[in-house]
């Protein structure tokens, strides 16, 4: 690791106006990305702004028909949350099946959304489920928030602050997880509600995506068997030593079967 | 730059001098010179060097010293009581839940994070709850019965 100067912000003022005078800084949430991306020399920030003081940022309500999750509530949080199992359950099994016990203890909502693993769960579960992501500035929809690989909305500083789920009338999450890091080799949403369908596809390409064939077949006959002929095409889906492309695009149709069956 | 981070380590107020890049194992390890807490991989993969931070299971590899400023650690030193093993401990000792030893002190301190909110845990929840942690010796197999029985002594 480069040297770094470390500081607590102690409140999201302060975190962002400390980001805007360094312009070379990175906010620090659970560590779980961070922390070894800065081992391998990746990222060489002027500064590390924990965010572990903003106690605003933390906790979990239900109000309006939707869930709001702070930033900086971990996995293990939305996973063991009753509130959440109770309104939303797609979303603590998406959370419950990140990584392992010492990730989910850590690692956060902010963080992963900021981050944008092509891989990582929580994305599907934002734009599958049409959430709404607040920073410090603005809330910015769903299908606005990630960009490209790695790439969100966000601009230089600004701050997830909390991101809120409209709970669904029915939904589920499956994925085929790399067997080693739990990473989605494929992961997709699925929710129905009166806003209409959403099918959300993580793992399998550069970013998150939706499948409107499915939506519509979806919206026409809420069954797995509606979703069974439909694929996506291999082209553009990533590439590694894990999964093919066309082996990525099979398992779009198998997941996608699978979550309409379980959201039942 | 170098800060100063206080912490409770194994109920002892301890502080030290550490620089913002310090990681919380080396910490550990190089200054307190517990090296009960292992590094296996660096990489947040095997979980050779979990302690609980505030209660909780974390991989010390990849929690910055100066992130357990003002918390409570807890590493496998703390366990054993006047020269006698933690039942946890025994359990491993009495089901050949170790070969080389190097995974055991991590094994060991997430068992008692799952054992801390699940007394009682299945034979898959067990398995479920490993996998942060790997193994290259036993197979597993004799890992999930220790924890298994450890649970149980710790019941009883
Ligand atoms: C062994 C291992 C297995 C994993 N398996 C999975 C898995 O199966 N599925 C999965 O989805 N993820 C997985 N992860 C990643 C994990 O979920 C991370 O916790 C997550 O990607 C990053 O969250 P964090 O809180 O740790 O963020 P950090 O590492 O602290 O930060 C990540 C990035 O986000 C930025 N950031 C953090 N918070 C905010 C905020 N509030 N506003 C703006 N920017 C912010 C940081 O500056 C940094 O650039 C795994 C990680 C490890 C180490
Ligand atoms: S040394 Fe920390 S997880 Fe392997
Ligand atoms: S006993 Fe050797 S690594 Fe587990």
């Known amino acids: ?43 060489a920030p002027s500064d590390v702004i924990d965010l572990a003081d903003l106690g605003e940022l933390k906790g979990i309500r239900t109000e309006n028909g939707a869930v709001a ?24 099994d998406l959370a419950e099946s990140i990584g392992d016990p010492q990730v989910r203890n850590r690692g956060t909502i902010g963080g992963s959304i900021a981050n944008a693993d092509p891989a990582a769960d929580y994305p599907a579960a934002v734009v599958g ?9 603005r809330t910015i929809g769903a299908d606005d928030f990630f960009t490209a690989m790695f790439e969100t909305a966000l601009e230089p500083g600004e701050l997830v602050t909390a991101v809120s789920f409209p709970v669904p009338d029915r939904a ?36 998150v995506f939706r499948v409107a064939e499915m939506e519509q077949a979806l919206a026409a006959n809420f069954v797995p068997e509606a979703v069974a002929g439909i694929s996506v095409s291999a082209e553009g889906l990533n590439e590694d030593l894990h999964a093919s492309p066309e082996y990525r695009a099979h398992l779009v149709t198998v997941m996608a079967r699978r979550a309409v069956a379980a959201a039942g | ?5 206080t912490m409770t380590l194994n109920g002892e107020s301890v502080s030290a001098e550490v ?15 517990l090296t009960g807490t292992h590094v296996g991989c660096d990489t947040s993969q095997c979980g050779a060097c979990v302690v609980h931070m505030n209660g909780q299971s974390v991989k010390s590899c990849t929690v910055l010293a100066v992130q357990a400023d003002g918390a409570q650690v807890s590493t496998i030193e703390s366990l054993a009581e006047n020269g006698e093993l933690h039942p946890m401990q025994q359990a491993f000792k009495d089901n050949h839940g170790l ?31 490993l996998e942060g942690n790997l193994c290259r010796c036993t197979g597993y197999h004799n890992i999930v019965k220790s924890i298994a029985a450890g649970a149980q002594a710790m019941r009883s």
Not at chain 1, 72 to 91: D, F, K, N, W, Y
Not at chain 1, 129 to 137: C, K
Not at chain 1, 192 to 199: A, E, I, Y
Not at chain 2, 1 to 5: F, Y
Request: some cysteine.
């Open chain 1, 1 to 43: 690791m480069y040297e770094f100067n470390y500081r607590r912000a102690s409140s999201v003022f302060d975190a962002v106006s400390s980001s805007d005078q360094s312009g070379d800084a990175s906010y620090l949430a659970g560590g779980m990305t961070l922390i070894p991306v800065l081992k391998f020399r990746l990222a």
């Open chain 1, 69 to 92: 999750i702070g930033a900086m509530t971990t996995h293990a949080e939305v996973a063991g949350s009753a509130e959440v199992r109770q309104a939303i359950p797609a979303l603590a």
């Open chain 1, 129 to 137: 489920l049409g959430a709404t992501v607040h920073t410090n500035s």
């Open chain 1, 172 to 207: 589920a999450y499956m994925k085929f997880p790399n067997p080693a890091s739990r990473y989605a080799i494929v992961g997709v949403m699925v929710s129905q509600s009166g806003d209409g369908v959403r099918v959300a596809v993580t793992g399998a390409g550069g970013r």
């Open chain 2, 1 to 5: 730059m170098t800060l100063m981070v």
């Open chain 2, 19 to 33: 620089e913002g890049r310090t990681l919380l194992v080396q910490l550990i390890r190089d200054h307190f010179r």
């Open chain 2, 99 to 129: 070969q080389c030893g190097f995974c055991t002190p991590g094994m060991v301190m997430s068992a008692l994070d799952l054992v801390a909110n699940n007394p009682d845990p299945s034979e898959a929840e067990i398995r479920d709850w």
